[in-house]
């Protein structure tokens, strides 16, 4: 008895499951792409943050991440040999999410397929253990936003990062959590003390502002400035 495929008829196939190997590609979902790809680089060496720890990269960070990790999380079909990710293009839509648009191929036996998806990109671009030492020394300002109650509303940090964005957007360091808040770091004072004064122009806050690290560099004292913003 001849085989063939259930679905288109054609004969003299190597069957997989009844199908013939186009019917295959056609019918089944041969590729698993998780929709949200998560990826933490260092935005300034472009060191990625790949299984628990820092490694040096040569890539375009954002893309190379995205694909390690679209590499790492796909699921294939058994039968896919070959199997390519490649990144197209990265894009943000009208709410200002980033996306990446990405083809994935492969073979099944001896017919190739290609399908182009999208998926959301959350970043992380924060700074590397390497890159935050060599820095930690640079920065001249750092902005404490505190909230005197339990957890700093979401809006008021929104609202005070696009502040800080559009005041400081070159000097901004590192930022990280603190207790009841952030610390933002900038490698200038006077950055720092711009954004203040916008954001309170905005948002009622107590501010006070006091001095830490003192020290003597080429004969001058230096120190950095902490400006406490409490809401
Ligand atoms: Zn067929
Ligand atoms: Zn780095």
Request: charged share 30%; net charge positive.
């Amino acid at each position: 008895m001849r085989k063939f495929c259930v679905l288109c008829g054609s004969e003299d196939e190597e069957l997989i499951d009844s199908l013939c190997e186009s019917c295959y590609i056609s019918t089944k979902q041969l590729v698993k792409v998780e929709k949200e790809v998560s990826v933490k680089y260092c935005r300034s060496c472009g060191s990625i943050w790949v299984g628990g720890r820092w490694v040096q990269n040569s890539e375009e960070p954002l893309y190379y991440s995205i694909y390690l990790y679209v590499m790492k999380t796909t699921v294939l079909d058994e039968h896919v040999s070959e199997f390519k990710v490649n990144v197209d293009k990265i894009w943000k839509d009208l709410t200002g999410e980033l996306h990446a648009t990405i083809s994935v191929s492969g073979k099944i036996r001896r017919e190739s397929f290609t399908k182009t998806l999208d998926v959301q990109v959350e970043e992380d671009r924060s700074l590397c253990t390497r890159c935050l030492k060599s820095k930690g020394k640079d920065f001249e300002a750092v902005i404490q936003l505190r909230t005197s109650g339990k957890r700093l509303d979401n809006g008021v940090r929104q609202l005070f990062e696009e502040t800080l964005l559009d005041q400081a957007s070159q000097s901004i360091g590192d930022v990280k959590e603190a207790h009841n808040g952030f610390d933002y770091y900038l490698t200038d004072k006077s950055s720092a003390r711009k954004t203040v004064s916008k954001f309170t122009k905005l948002i009622n806050a107590k501010i006070i502002e006091s001095y830490e690290n003192e020290r003597r560099e080429d004969g001058k004292r230096k120190a950095r400035l902490v400006i406490s913003v409490r809401i």
